[in-house]
Nanobody
Framework: VQLQASGGGLVQPGGSLRLSCAAS????????TGWYRQAPGKQRELVAA???????NYADSVKGRFTISRDNAKKMVYLQMNNLKPEDTAVYYC???????????????WGQGTLVTVSS
C-alpha cells in the first residue's frame, strides 16, 4: 500500500492550491484520513482530518480556508487550500488508516510529503 501526495508548489499570499493524495495497492477499505504539515524547525501538526463518512475537523489556523474531501471509490483524498498565508508554508503529508483485507485490522500509512511555499 502506498500513499502518493501531489499538488504542492509556490503560490503567492492569498492564492490557492489543491493537494491530492492517491492510495494504491491492496486496499479493502480506507478509514479516517488526514493532512498534516511540518514547517522548518517545527513539529508535524494536524491540519485537517476526515472520517470515512466525510465528517471533518480542522486546525484553528486553517478553519474557513482549507477543506478536506475524499472520493472513496477513487481512493483519493484532497485538501483545497484557499487564501494561503506565508505561515502555511510547510511540507504537507497525507495520512490514512487502511484495511488491506476484510480480515485485517486498519494500519496507518503516510504519503511522502509535498512542499507548499507561500511567498511573494
Amino acid at each position: 500500500v502506498q500513499l502518493q501526495a501531489s499538488g504542492g508548489g509556490l503560490v503567492q499570499p492569498g492564492g490557492s492550491l489543491r493537494l491530492s493524495c492517491a492510495a494504491s495497492g491492496s486496499i479493502f477499505a480506507i478509514g479516517s484520513t488526514g493532512w498534516y504539515r511540518q514547517a522548518p524547525g517545527k513539529q508535524r501538526e494536524l491540519v485537517a482530518a476526515s472520517t470515512r463518512d466525510g465528517s471533518a475537523n480542522y486546525a484553528d489556523s486553517v478553519k474557513g480556508r482549507f477543506t478536506i474531501s475524499r472520493d472513496n471509490a477513487k481512493k483519493m483524498v484532497y485538501l483545497q487550500m484557499n487564501n494561503l498565508k506565508p505561515e502555511d508554508t510547510a511540507v504537507y503529508y497525507c495520512n490514512a488508516m487502511i484495511q488491506r483485507t476484510s480480515r485485517t485490522y486498519y494500519s496507518e500509512y503516510w504519503g511522502q510529503g509535498t512542499l507548499v511555499t507561500v511567498s511573494s
